[in-house]
């Protein structure tokens, strides 16, 4: 029996132990499993992972672009409303233009002037209605033609030569027929510095100039009728003094000279208006012939030694060495011119001073001059000098009466002659009056 | 003795994947979560190899190599930058500043990350 126990437990022992194999070989199994199936867990966990990373990173990337959209959309916006400032800018400033425009544009068509503005070709850009009258043309007959071509109209000639590159303001006087005299000014248009057109103002002097000449001629008209009546004083004056009408005493003759000088001073006053408004008239005829000039001065210079000597005036009279070349002059005139100044320097120097006539040869001219130690001419009065009736305050001063014509008679004629007349003074110490003549023709070029 | 790597990472998720595979491949991972932690932990652990993200709070990567480039030690660890999308101008700005490699995020890949970490300092 015993035996039969043992064989039974042994063969349970045998059994118990190959069961825990089993069970152990299973356990093994299951572990391998479920290691297995952790392993595939952790990956499927890694690549939701990854998956997760990526995801967040698109994210990031879409809220990125989006940021950077919404910038862009903001300056987008913000140069949209500048854009529109700026528009309403310039529309302001267009409509301002506008109306500056529309403002000019009347002022010119009302101009009692007329205007004429050329561009910078040259060419007509705009002409107002008071122009179209004065020249008797319309703006569309001439509009954007250049200056050449305005030739074929006569009114414009005299008007063209004035259209020419200038820098400065022109003006000058044009006689476009019988009934109408223009002042014509032409001014540079510029725009920085840069020339874009000029400007035509035509100013109507006719009624101007008709004034003058009836002044000139009722001048004219008086002096000549002052004349005769003059003459005539002269003339029986002259008698009684050279005692044809009976014997005078001394008193009577002193009395009747005064009288005497006073009509010959009218008289000169009368020829000198006479000799202006010949001047103004254009009637002032020279004879032109070839003279020494030097002969004419010392002419002058005799005629007056008399008066020198008695106002106990030194007198000096400076000729060149050797001969002067003679000139084509006026020899009546240019004597007047020389009369009337050494008339002044001998009327208005105090006695015991000092007049020196000089002649000089200059380069292509000569050269006369009178210095004198006399009153001079105040400095601020020195440009009014060779106008008409103008006398200085101090010569007034002096001697009452004078015409205040002789200076201007001088200027015109030695200006006909081509020449120059100035003068240098200073109060109180003496003047110096000078004109030039231009050799020219001389006798030895004419060849 | 392992490679030592320092990942620079605010992005839990990403330090967390990055340490556990690079730790199963037998490296020595050390963490920081922003710019100026990172600066700090090259400098006292001088780490092999820095996988570096850009956009960080404190200090950006950028910064951070810039400060890197200051020192010569420091200069000569490689670094892999880690980009969000890739744009050409971070990658071109991080390969002036002396980067070796870069890893994209929204085309993230841990074989690619391997691959390149192998590159730069061996297993």
């Given at each position: 029996?015993?035996?039969?126990?043992?064989?039974?437990?042994?063969?349970?022992?045998?059994?118990?132990?190959?069961?825990?194999?089993?069970?152990?070989?299973?356990?093994?199994?299951?572990?391998?499993?479920?290691?297995?199936?952790?392993?595939?867990?952790e990956?499927?966990?890694?690549?939701?992972?990854?998956?997760?990373?990526?995801?967040?990173?698109?994210?990031?990337?879409?809220?990125?672009?989006?940021?950077?959209?919404?910038?862009?959309?903001?300056?987008?916006?913000?140069?949209?409303?500048?854009?529109?400032?700026?528009?309403?800018?310039?529309?302001?400033?267009?409509?301002?233009?506008?109306?500056?425009r529309?403002?000019?544009?009347?002022?010119?068509?009302?101009?009692?002037?007329?205007?004429?503005?050329?561009?910078?070709?040259?060419?007509?850009?705009?002409i107002?209605?008071?122009?179209?009258?004065?020249?008797?043309?319309?703006?569309?007959?001439?509009?954007?033609?250049?200056?050449?071509?305005?030739?074929?109209?006569?009114?414009?000639?005299p008007?063209?030569?004035?259209?020419?590159?200038?820098e400065?303001?022109?003006?000058?006087?044009?006689?476009?027929?019988?009934?109408?005299?223009?002042?014509?000014?032409?001014?540079?248009?510029?725009?920085?510095?840069?020339?874009?057109?000029?400007?035509?103002?035509?100013?109507?002097?006719?009624?101007?100039?008709?004034?003058?000449?009836?002044?000139?001629?009722?001048?004219?008209?008086?002096?000549?009728?002052?004349?005769?009546?003059?003459?005539?004083?002269?003339?029986?004056?002259?008698?009684?003094?050279?005692?044809?009408?009976?014997?005078?005493?001394?008193?009577?003759?002193?009395?009747?000279?005064?009288?005497y000088n006073?009509n010959?001073?009218?008289?000169?006053l009368?020829?000198?208006?006479?000799?202006?408004?010949?001047?103004?008239?254009?009637?002032?005829?020279y004879?032109?012939?070839f003279?020494?000039?030097?002969?004419?001065?010392?002419?002058?210079?005799?005629s007056?030694?008399?008066?020198i000597?008695?106002?106990?005036?030194?007198?000096?009279?400076?000729?060149?060495?050797?001969?002067?070349?003679?000139?084509?002059?006026?020899?009546?005139?240019?004597?007047?011119a020389?009369?009337?100044?050494?008339?002044?320097?001998?009327?208005?120097?105090?006695?015991?001073?000092?007049?020196?006539?000089?002649?000089?040869?200059?380069?292509?001219e000569i050269?006369?001059?009178?210095?004198?130690?006399?009153?001079?001419?105040?400095?601020?009065?020195?440009?009014?000098?060779?106008?008409?009736?103008?006398?200085?305050?101090?010569?007034?001063?002096?001697?009452?009466?004078?015409?205040?014509?002789?200076?201007?008679?001088?200027?015109?004629?030695?200006?006909?002659?081509?020449?120059?007349?100035?003068?240098?003074s200073?109060?109180?110490?003496?003047?110096?009056?000078h004109?030039?003549l231009?050799?020219?023709?001389?006798?030895?070029?004419?060849? | 003795?392992a490679?030592k790597?320092l990942?620079?990472?605010?992005?839990?998720?990403?330090?967390?994947l990055?340490?556990k595979?690079?730790?199963?491949?037998?490296?020595?991972?050390?963490?920081?979560?922003?710019?100026?932690?990172?600066?700090?932990?090259?400098?006292?652990?001088?780490?092999?190899?820095?996988?570096?993200?850009?956009i960080?709070?404190?200090?950006?990567?950028?910064?951070?190599?810039?400060?890197?480039?200051?020192?010569?030690?420091?200069?000569?660890?490689?670094?892999?930058?880690?980009?969000?999308?890739?744009?050409?101008?971070?990658?071109?700005?991080?390969?002036?500043?002396?980067?070796?490699?870069?890893?994209?995020?929204?085309?993230?890949?841990?074989?690619?990350?391997?691959?390149?970490?192998?590159?730069?300092?061996g297993k």
């Amino acid at each position: 029996m015993k035996e039969k126990q043992g064989e039974f437990k042994s063969e349970e022992l045998r059994m118990g132990a190959k069961t825990l194999l089993g069970r152990e070989l299973e356990l093994a199994r299951v572990r391998e499993e479920l290691e297995q199936k952790i392993k595939e867990l952790e990956a499927a966990k890694e690549r939701e992972m990854v998956l997760r990373i990526r995801e967040i990173a698109k994210a990031a990337d879409i809220k990125r672009k989006v940021e950077e959209l919404e910038k862009k959309t903001k300056e987008l916006k913000e140069a949209r409303k500048a854009l529109l400032n700026i528009l309403e800018d310039v529309d302001e400033a267009r409509r301002k233009a506008e109306e500056e425009r529309n403002k000019t544009l009347a002022i010119i068509a009302n101009l009692t002037d007329g205007l004429l503005v050329f561009d910078s070709d040259n060419r007509v850009s705009l002409i107002n209605s008071r122009a179209e009258e004065i020249l008797g043309i319309k703006f569309e007959e001439i509009e954007g033609e250049s200056i050449s071509d305005l030739s074929r109209f006569s009114s414009l000639k005299p008007i063209i030569q004035l259209v020419e590159e200038r820098e400065k303001i022109f003006r000058e006087e044009v006689k476009l027929h019988e009934n109408l005299i223009l002042e014509i000014t032409t001014s540079p248009i510029t725009r920085e510095k840069e020339r874009i057109g000029s400007l035509l103002v035509l100013h109507d002097i006719t009624r101007e100039k008709r004034i003058e000449r009836m002044k000139t001629e009722f001048v004219s008209v008086a002096a000549h009728q002052l004349r005769t009546p003059l003459s005539a004083i002269k003339w029986s004056l002259g008698m009684i003094l050279a005692e044809d009408m009976g014997p005078l005493t001394q008193e009577q003759k002193a009395f009747l000279q005064k009288t005497y000088n006073s009509n010959e001073r009218m008289i000169n006053l009368v020829n000198d208006l006479l000799d202006v408004a010949r001047i103004e008239e254009g009637r002032y005829i020279y004879k032109p012939a070839f003279c020494d000039l030097a002969k004419i001065c010392q002419m002058v210079i005799n005629s007056h030694k008399a008066i020198i000597k008695r106002k106990k005036i030194k007198f000096e009279f400076k000729k060149p060495k050797g001969k002067l070349p003679q000139i084509k002059l006026d020899e009546e005139k240019i004597s007047l011119a020389i009369q009337n100044l050494l008339e002044n320097a001998i009327r208005y120097t105090p006695p015991g001073g000092k007049i020196v006539v000089s002649l000089k040869r200059k380069k292509g001219e000569i050269e006369f001059s009178v210095k004198d130690t006399g009153i001079g001419i105040p400095k601020e009065q020195q440009d009014r000098l060779f106008t008409k009736f103008f006398r200085g305050t101090n010569a007034v001063r002096m001697e009452t009466e004078g015409t205040g014509l002789g200076l201007f008679i001088a200027k015109n004629i030695i200006e006909s002659h081509r020449g120059r007349i100035w003068a240098e003074s200073e109060e109180n110490k003496g003047s110096v009056f000078h004109f030039s003549l231009p050799l020219g023709l001389t006798s030895s070029s004419r060849k | 003795m392992a490679k030592k790597i320092l990942i620079v990472e605010d992005e839990e998720i990403l330090l967390d994947l990055l340490q556990k595979r690079l730790k199963k491949e037998g490296y020595d991972v050390l963490l920081a979560r922003n710019g100026e932690e990172g600066l700090k932990m090259i400098k006292e652990e001088r780490p092999d190899l820095v996988l570096l993200d850009i956009i960080m709070p404190k200090m950006s990567g950028f910064q951070v190599m810039e400060e890197m480039n200051k020192e010569e030690s420091l200069k000569e660890i490689p670094v892999i930058i880690i980009s969000n999308s890739g744009q050409p101008v971070e990658i071109g700005r991080a390969q002036q500043l002396g980067a070796k490699d870069w890893l994209i995020k929204t085309e993230f890949d841990p074989k690619e990350v391997l691959e390149k970490v192998v590159k730069q300092i061996g297993k």
